[in-house]
């Protein structure tokens, strides 16, 4: 049946149920959190990515920005906000973002990881860290949906984090929203000092090419092995962290495609892809 899901009544009769599409899996860039108040293409693009998806019941936000020995999840019942910046506006420090949390949903992620004998825990107390509330900002403005983080792993194998990916895939056909949040490239290095709309560095240019095609062709080999197979892997990620949520959320989905493409301050990539 297309478009119904057909469930039988105990007493024999059948009743049906409007099927709602799937939610893909994500992966976004945030760049700098002065992506709020600079205007932009990818500002653009993620304040009209929410609003053209199925609303999610909740989202698990797997940031770069939360970095632990094992897969964490946070279950805040009302998480605040993590200014984890230093040397911006000071309009940055006065947002908010009172998205609840959702505890039940931080349990059923531990259990989903541990299912697959991947060790984890929970976080009880856990803030929303920049990776998570400034794209969520743009996409969810009124911020009624509750959101979870998933911490990375950077000192465990991109392996690894597929597998987290894996393991979370049954979330996605529960209403639940898997955004991945780190960054396409990410050498801060070269960040600073460099206009907002400076053209791409070479290095950058080049290994986001090579990261949208691999993506596209669903080439999971050599993305499992980024830093040897990707042109000027390490100089575009000297660490791992914003590069591991895009491995998350390939694990939870099938095949690959580009959403959007641009960079900011020529050394970051502000790719973003989704998987079905």
């Known amino acids: ?51 053209g998806m199925e609303r999610p019941r909740a989202i698990v936000c797997i940031s770069a920005h939360w970095t632990t020995p094992a897969p964490l999840a946070a279950s805040t019942p009302q998480p605040g906000l993590i200014y984890d910046f ?48 400034v794209p969520l900002r743009l996409m969810y403005p009124h911020a009624d ?36 949040s780190g960054s396409a490239t990410h050498n801060l290095r070269d960040f600073f000092g460099r206009a907002v709309d400076a053209p791409p560095l070479d290095y950058a240019r080049e290994f986001d090419d090579w990261l949208c095609a ?19 892997a390490l100089t575009n990620h000297p660490t791992p962290e914003h590069f591991l949520p895009l491995l998350v959320a390939m694990g939870a989905g099938d095949a690959g495609r580009t959403l959007h493409r641009a960079f900011t301050y020529g050394a970051i990539s502000m790719t973003a892809f989704a998987w079905e």
Do not use: C
Request: proline content about 12%; hydrophobic content about 40%.
């Open 214 to 232: 691999a993506v596209e062709t669903n080439d999971r080999a050599s993305l499992l092995d980024y830093g040897k197979q990707g042109p000027h």
């Open 86 to 133: 230093g040397g911006f506006p000071d309009e940055l420090y006065r947002m908010t973002y009172p998205a609840p949390g959702d505890p039940p949903l931080a349990g059923r992620i531990a259990s989903l990881l541990q299912n697959q004998g991947i060790e984890t825990g929970l976080e009880p107390s856990r803030g929303l860290d920049h990776g998570a509330w």
């Open 1 to 51: 049946m297309p478009e119904a899901d057909r469930l039988r009544h105990p007493g024999g009769g059948m009743r049906y149920h409007a099927m709602k599409p799937q939610l893909p899996s994500l992966f976004i860039s945030h760049g700098a959190p002065t992506l709020l108040i600079e205007p932009g293409p990818t500002r653009d693009f993620l304040a009209a990515l929410g609003a």
């Open 145 to 180: 949906i509750p959101v979870v983080e998933l911490s990375v792993q950077p000192r465990l194998s991109p392996a690894h984090h597929l597998a987290i990916g894996a393991a979370l895939r049954p979330l996605r056909e529960e209403g639940v929203l898997i955004l991945a």
